[in-house]
């Protein structure tokens, strides 16, 4: 069944959203609210002495204070909750306490110490002047090397997990019989996500049930997370997400801060509100990326891959932040043998624990810096074998499907050849070498890059919907996800629409609310519009039926539903849905006014594509422009083209900004240097080129819709693309150790010491 056409639709939210009327957290935050405001470690490792509250508490409008003493004392558990993944040898990752508020030592800068709450901000601002904070200096962990000063005793030589898949053994083997082996390193940045809403939220208590409402990625794991730290019965809390201003996995975990509102507001009864300040995010929300990646490709005589390694280390931060542990270790594995043929590959990865901000997911969770890792270690072999780019990997690709990869996932379908070709058709290669001339006779070096990427759907395969009917008319769609800004509301209404023929005017989204929706998976890992349309099909092929054998009654036997409507033979009468369920109502059939199915996919679906950027570097700046930028992806069936794109887009103008100019940089005290957007670069939309994009669509055969989720595979492709790039405009210089971000700073001092030295710089 399929009407109207979705395509053509644009999006509902748009007008709400830019007209100022969207309900953010903030907006919607009770009047009466109290105003919390964290005291904050001003140090990166140190014993905390003592902590003089007498001052601040008696400072005017303080109704509260709150510390970990004090937490625990109210039966609140300190602890936070996280993924452990398996070591080597099948012990459980290092999981130190994380706890709420600091407990006798400081471990980052920026870690809550205590909590004021107050009946103004500033009131709160005043009282956590006068806390006196008494510390001892202990030393600093801050580089990627096992060892070190100790960050948590729990985890000897500071290591969180060292986990790996392949077979060690073999890897090495292959890789000594090789006609060729090219050795490689990646690094990549550690960069602060910087959703255009910070985090923000507000606890209330009525007596005998906690709301939590905040902005987030869904609701039904922070609703746990306070039931079991608060001693709540879950049905004692209701966890609420209005409009959210961004997410990108940032915003998908729990954070210290909102247990500890809820707990204030059930001690005071009163609601309490809290809003992060900027620099006071980048110093507490969680950190992406910032990990380091040897690699060793080897290639036979014919220069097909023979096996891959790749050992990852990564940055923790000070504490398991949710998901990290398998951020660069499982999610990583997911696609770690990207687009190719490889059957004999080794990863080996592991977490160290630092004096900095915890890390966690970022758009993409392990999946672009596995794809970087890989198709720069590609394009750094064929350089250094003297192979086209485009050649090697097209030699390399997986061609026959269902294909299955060394983690044990299968890919269903795909064309990573036809994919290559429309790219190549697209950017048209044959003027590349004009262009270039004009680059250079502009005094400028241009460079071009290619990736080619797959990309794994995360996230729980089990989604409900539920359709109900109302009284006036309207039907109102239940779903288990949660936009963050991607246009959930057009599409799914859309979706709805062309199965069914409602008018989408009389279809409204509720979302984010645990009270209205007993569960959901929330949004993350491309998930939403592929497991959550699924459910939409599911409610309506079991929903159509039912009012088709209600009707037989009056329309007669034989009722089928066709182009909108409901009929049968030898009746004149065509009733629409909504009609229907008017006639239900009206006969006292309540269980025809709502209906609910939940789903659960068998496999995953695999995005992939190709990504090629042209940049253009000024030798005597080290200015760097992107110049032309093109993608050519395989998402599937598209129900919104228009969403699709602002989500490559989106994604694109991201790995850029990591790529290019973005970078969380620390002092040798574990001080973040870029602590607000005077220090931290943002990419700009004057700093991006428009964006070719075009699609060669396989459908996947793993969901019903042949849908492939879209949301993070700009990201995926465009790190190694750009990165690809200026790795081919500097190797005309001479310069072959690069690493992110390419800021002017930095690319102009590869290429002045590359002069001087006649050879690459050794400090980068």
């Not at 002092?667 to 943002?682: N, P, R, W």
Request: glycine share 10%; charged share 20%; aromatic share 6%.
């Amino acid at each position: 069944m399929k009407f109207g056409n979705a395509q053509g639709v644009g999006r509902l939210e748009d007008i709400r959203l830019l007209t100022g009327a969207g309900r953010y957290v903030d907006d919607i935050a009770p009047k009466e609210a109290l105003h919390a405001l964290f005291f904050r470690s001003p140090v990166a490792h140190a014993a905390i002495d003592a902590l003089d509250l007498a001052a601040a508490e008696a400072a005017p409008g303080v109704r509260l204070i709150l510390t970990a003493d004090r937490l625990s004392a109210a039966g609140v558990s300190l602890g936070m909750n996280g993924v452990a993944v398996r070591n080597q040898d099948g012990t459980r990752g290092a999981m130190p306490e994380r706890p709420l508020l600091a407990k006798a030592v400081l471990r980052h800068v920026g870690e809550a110490v205590a909590m004021i709450v107050a009946d103004t901000l500033n009131a709160a601002r005043d009282a956590a002047e006068m806390i006196g904070l008494e510390y001892s200096d202990l030393p600093v962990k801050l580089d990627l090397a096992p060892g070190g000063a100790v960050v948590h005793p729990e985890a000897p030589d500071n290591r969180a997990y060292d986990w790996a898949m392949g077979d060690a053994a073999q890897v090495e083997a292959a890789l000594a019989a090789s006609a060729h082996r090219v050795v490689h390193e990646v690094v990549h940045n550690r960069v602060i996500v910087n959703t255009m809403e910070p985090r923000v939220a507000f606890a209330e208590w009525d007596g005998a049930r906690l709301h939590l409402c905040f902005s987030g990625q869904g609701v039904w794991v922070q609703k746990g997370e306070l039931a079991r730290m608060l001693a709540l019965d879950p049905a004692a809390v209701r966890v609420t997400n209005p409009d959210v201003g961004g997410g990108f996995g940032m915003k998908a975990m729990t954070y210290p801060e909102y247990t500890c509102l809820a707990a204030a507001a059930r001690m005071l009864g009163r609601p309490v509100r809290w809003v992060s300040e900027r620099t006071e995010a980048m110093l507490s929300d969680n950190g992406a990326r910032d990990l380091v990646v040897r690699t060793e490709l080897g290639f036979d005589a014919d220069h097909r891959i023979t096996a891959y390694r790749a050992d990852v280390t990564s940055n923790m931060g000070a504490y398991n932040a949710q998901f990290a542990q398998a951020i660069q270790s499982e999610l990583f594995s997911k696609v770690f043998t990207g687009c190719y043929d490889i059957q004999t590959a080794l990863l080996t990865a592991q977490g160290i624990y630092t004096h900095t901000t915890p890390l966690d997911a970022y758009r993409g969770a392990g999946r672009p810096e596995a794809i970087m890792t890989l198709e720069c270690a590609m394009d750094n072999a064929a350089r250094v074998l003297g192979l086209d780019p485009f050649a090697l990997r097209a030699r390399n690709f997986v061609r026959a499907f269902p294909y299955k990869m060394i983690n044990g996932l299968t890919i269903d379908v795909g064309d990573f050849t036809r994919v290559l070709n429309r790219l190549q058709a697209e950017a048209d290669l044959q003027g590349y070498a004009a262009r270039q001339a004009r680059s250079a006779a502009k005094g400028l070096t241009r460079g071009r890059g290619l990736a080619c990427y797959i990309e794994s759907i995360l996230g729980s395969p089990t989604e409900a919907a539920q359709i109900v009917y109302e009284a006036d008319g309207t039907v109102t769609l239940f779903v288990g996800t949660q936009s963050n800004g991607q246009g959930h509301e057009t599409v799914y209404t859309a979706m709805l629409a062309e199965q069914t023929g409602i008018d989408p005017g009389l279809i409204r989204v509720v979302q984010g609310d645990s009270d209205r929706i007993a569960k959901g998976g929330g949004t993350g890992g491309s998930r939403s519009v592929t497991v959550q349309g699924t459910a939409m099909r599911a409610v309506v092929a079991q929903m159509i039926p039912a009012f088709a054998a209600f009707l037989q009654g009056e329309l007669g036997a034989g009722v089928a539903f066709d182009d909108g409507r409901f009929g049968a033979p030898g009746s004149n009468l065509r009733l629409t849905l909504i009609e229907a369920a008017e006639r239900a109502r009206a006969a006292g059939r309540e269980d025809l006014l709502s209906h609910r199915e939940t789903i659960t996919l068998e496999a995953g679906s695999f995005p992939n594509g190709a990504h090629l950027a042209e940049v253009e570097l000024d030798p005597e700046t080290g200015h760097l422009r992107l110049d032309r930028y093109v993608v050519v992806d395989d998402f599937g069936n598209m129900i919104n083209p228009a969403l699709v794109a602002g989500q490559v887009h989106g994604g694109v103008a991201q790995g850029f900004g990591q790529a290019v100019m973005e970078n969380a940089v620390f002092d040798d005290f574990g001080q973040l240097l870029t602590a607000s957007f005077m220090d931290y670069a943002m990419p700009r939309a004057q700093d991006l080129p428009m964006i070719q994009f075009a699609t060669e669509p396989v459908p996947s055969t793993t969901n019903p819709l042949g849908m492939k989720g879209c949301g993070e595979a700009g990201t995926v492709g465009s790190l190694g693309a750009i990165s690809n790039a200026v790795s081919d405009a500097m190797a005309q210089h001479g310069v072959s150790k690069i690493q992110m971000p390419f800021t002017p700073s930095r690319v102009w001092s590869w290429l002045k010491a590359t002069v001087r030295d006649g050879g690459d710089a050794d400090n980068l």
